[in-house]
């Protein structure tokens, strides 16, 4: 429970306490708008005190995982336990997965263009698309 009570944490509940006090207001204000004839308040006095109800569930999770990671007791603590005599020796092997090669044996033509055009680029910095030798007009010529 001490981890629970440090700046960064007094932090958090006071932020929880802020958002859930908020959001339960903004659903007491929208319940006087709806009562007073504004129809469409009707979903928002329902929907605050959902959000409030949804920082309380993070709110207690965090806390659960805090305590949980509280309680284990740390590696160096724990003794290492040492296989029986008679249990069999299992071995891990790593997985292979397999990957394509970098250089195919055909290289695209699109690509090779491509990657032709990026480094024209890349040697003209201040050039624009038609600047390019390469580059042809798309519209259709009279």
Wanted: net charge negative; aromatic share 14%.
């Amino acid at each position: 429970m001490k981890g629970l009570w440090t700046p960064a944490w007094i932090a958090r509940h006071v932020a929880a306490l802020v958002l859930i006090a908020g959001f339960l207001g903004l659903g007491w204000w929208q319940f006087s708008r709806a009562t007073g004839g504004n129809t469409l308040s009707w979903g928002y006095t329902f929907e605050w005190p959902v959000f409030a109800a949804f920082v309380v569930f993070i709110w207690f999770r965090e806390v659960q995982q805090e305590r949980k990671i509280g309680e284990t007791p740390a590696e160096e603590d724990v003794p290492a336990e040492e296989p029986a005599e008679d249990a069999p020796i299992t071995v891990r092997r790593p997985v292979r997965v397999p990957v394509k090669s970098q250089s195919p044996a055909g290289e695209d033509p699109e690509l090779a263009a491509y990657n032709d055009y990026l480094a024209w680029l890349s040697a003209h910095p201040g050039a624009r698309p038609g600047d390019y030798p390469g580059y042809k007009n798309a519209a259709p010529s009279k």
